[in-house]
């Protein structure tokens, strides 16, 4: 199964609008006393830039070849960020202070970046005849070329994006409690509807990967 360009082009769009409020989120909260965590608005501001450019290869942000390793080194090293945080998270023995896996989903979406950027590049790797030019964005499976050396790792990444978007879909009206009780947190529900969009599009994306 291929999935449609335009499908991809708008999932794209998307996502780099949601690259756009989170550098916008960031911005605003270190103008004012509103408390948003950067880590994770960072996360958000680098995954849909380069998921924009994998889900649409004309604007050149993905590209084979070095564009593609250096993106898989971001993802490594912000995956490696990403999973001392929760160790420290874990191993925090301050009175009153209880493991909440708040960065457990980024951990894993920033692991499924690395893992969908080390599969196209090696997929990339074994296309010499594409040339220098050749893109190796999620649109160019239309080749039929195999593209996932490890199908239940991806099945787990799918269902892990789908589980959390649902989760996050079902915390909403707390959110809107929270929003009303502390006042303080920067656009909660815009971070989520974030969150979703990331969490779907990846889903889709990695579909696509095995499809």
């Not at 995956?79 to 989903?105: E, K, M, N, S, Y």
């Not at 979406?109 to 964005?137: F, K």
């Amino acid at each position: 199964m291929t999935g449609p360009v335009w499908l991809a082009a708008i999932l794209g769009v998307v996502m780099l609008g949601a690259a756009v409020a989170s550098v916008a989120r960031i911005v605003i909260a270190g103008r004012s006393s509103r408390v948003s965590d950067y880590g994770i608005d960072g996360h958000n501001v680098l995954m849909g830039v380069s998921m924009a450019g994998m889900l649409i290869p004309g604007l050149f942000i993905v590209t084979a070849g070095p564009s593609t390793v250096i993106w898989l080194i971001v993802w490594l090293l912000l995956a490696l960020w990403f999973a001392i945080t929760v160790i420290q998270d874990v191993i925090d023995r301050r009175p009153g202070h209880r493991f909440t896996g708040h960065h457990v989903p980024h951990l894993v979406m920033a692991g499924a970046m690395a893992y969908m950027l080390a599969v196209m590049n090696s997929r990339g790797s074994h296309m010499g005849s594409g040339g220098p030019g050749h893109m190796s964005g999620v649109s160019d499976m239309a080749t039929g070329a195999p593209l996932v050396p490890w199908p239940t790792l991806d099945y787990a990444f799918v269902i892990f994006m789908l589980g959390y978007a649902v989760l996050v879909i079902d915390r909403l009206p707390a959110i809107a409690l929270a929003i009303a009780d502390d006042p303080r947190p920067l656009a909660p529900r815009l971070a989520a509807a974030i969150n979703i969009a990331m969490a779907l599009t990846m889903g889709y994306t990695l579909v696509m990967m095995f499809a």
